[in-house]
């Protein structure tokens, strides 16, 4: 059992950066590969981006490339998402996920879900 819950949300104005911090509870976190998804209102939950167990692998939808990284720490079980040169289109409720895979986050099907932390980006 992992239980996951985020920090970090808030408001800014575009351009600038949040941090979202996931923080995992379970003496199995170094097991998962960890993701970040996003809802915005009237739209579908989309991935933003993952990584692996071993942090050797990340993932990061297209239009958040560049912009965004995520990173994780075994250590202290945590996963983080940096996020720089915000968007208003970046507006959403945004989701810590484990999964038993990177691919399986991807595909929708994480494992465990944290309750959400509100990112709002004022043009």
């Known amino acids: 059992q992992v239980q996951l819950v985020e920090s970090g949300g808030g408001s800014v104005r575009a351009g600038g950066s949040l941090t979202l911090s996931c923080a995992a509870s379970?003496?199995?976190?170094?097991?998962?590969?960890m993701g970040w998804f996003r809802q915005a209102p009237g739209k579908e939950r989309e991935v933003v981006a993952t990584?692996?167990?071993?942090?050797?692998?990340?993932y990061y939808t297209v239009s958040v490339k560049d912009r965004f990284t995520v990173s994780r720490d075994s250590g202290e079980n945590t996963v983080s998402l940096q996020m720089n040169s915000l968007k208003p289109e970046d507006t959403a409720v945004y989701y810590c996920?484990?999964?038993?895979?990177?691919?399986?986050?991807?595909?929708?099907?994480?494992?465990?879900w944290g309750q959400g932390t509100q990112v709002t980006v004022s043009s």
């Open positions: 996920a484990a999964g038993a895979s990177t691919t399986s986050l991807r595909d929708g099907v994480p494992t465990y």
């Open positions: 379970g003496r199995t976190f170094s097991a998962y590969a």
């Open positions: 990584i692996s167990s071993d942090s050797w692998t990340t």
